[in-house]
Nanobody
Framework: QVQLVESGGGLVQPGGSLRLSCEAS????????MGWYRQAPGKERELVAT???????EYADSVKGRFTISRDNAKSTVYLQMNSLKPEDTTLYYC?????????WGQGTQVTVSS
């Protein structure tokens, strides 16, 4: 089993910043891909950002230039630095990883951007 524990969500004003963290534990092997997705009520889950084992990154167009993904392999942890937050960034954010044994998801952390 693999457990993903997210933290760092919360309420922030438009233009503000938050940093999400996700630590993986359990039967961790060589993690290939780590990332963040988000899902608003009634909508499909969408990619926010991913980072592979070589440090290669991918971002949704809507967050490019505002969000930065990084990972600490020694800690099996992925981070998402979110700057210049907008009300439309409000939703649940889910941590995600893939390794040899499959794909795993966290429980989600709420991000609310509101004045």
């Amino acid at each position: 089993q693999v457990q993903l524990v997210e933290s760092g969500g919360g309420l922030v004003q438009p233009g503000g910043s938050l940093r999400l963290s996700c630590e993986a534990s359990g039967n961790i092997f060589t993690i290939h891909l780590m990332g963040w997705y988000r899902q608003a009520p009634g909508k499909e889950r969408e990619l926010v950002a991913t980072i592979n084992s070589f440090g290669g990154t991918e971002y949704a167009d809507s967050v490019k230039g505002r969000f930065t993904i990084s990972r600490d392999n020694a800690k099996s942890t992925v981070y998402l630095q979110m700057n210049s937050l907008k009300p439309e960034d409000t939703t649940l954010y889910y941590c995600y990883l893939t390794q040899l044994t499959g794909a795993y998801w966290g429980q989600g952390t709420q991000v609310t951007v509101s004045s």
